[in-house]
């Protein structure tokens, strides 16, 4: 098993930042692939980023790319997401996910999820 905890959600301005981090424990962090989803009233689950085990290869969204870098640090059991230029689009709770698998960008690839963080950007 595997518990995931997100934090760094809140309120900010439409070109503000943000870094949500997600901490986990249970399992070997280091086997497992990360990824950043998030989920708007009235709207499935998407994709945003996605980190394999060893930090070396990174996946984004197209409408977050350029905009967030997702990161982790084994060492810690962290995974975080720096989100830079925010836009009034991007509000929505934030899912921090781990998989089993080399790596997946959509939700039903992922085995544990956290809670959930909430992130609204105002215009």
């Known amino acids: 098993q595997v518990q995931l905890v997100e934090s760094g959600g809140g309120l900010v301005q439409a070109g503000g930042s943000l870094r949500l981090s997600c901490a986990a424990s249970?399992?070997?962090?280091?086997?497992?692939?990360m990824g950043w989803f998030r989920q708007a009233p009235g709207k499935e689950r998407e994709f945003v980023a996605a980190?394999?085990?060893?930090?070396?290869?990174?996946y984004y969204a197209d409408s977050v790319k350029g905009r967030f870098t997702i990161s982790r640090d084994n060492a810690k059991n962290m995974v975080y997401l720096q989100m830079n230029s925010l836009k009034p689009e991007d509000t929505a709770i934030y899912y921090c996910?781990?998989?089993?698998?080399?790596?997946?960008?959509?939700?039903?690839?992922?085995?544990?999820w956290g809670q959930g963080t909430q992130v609204t950007v105002s215009s």
């Open positions: 980190i394999r085990w060893s930090g070396s290869n990174t």
């Open positions: 249970g399992r070997t962090f280091m086997n497992l692939a």
């Open positions: 996910g781990a998989t089993k698998a080399f790596m997946s960008m959509t939700s039903r690839g992922y085995d544990y």
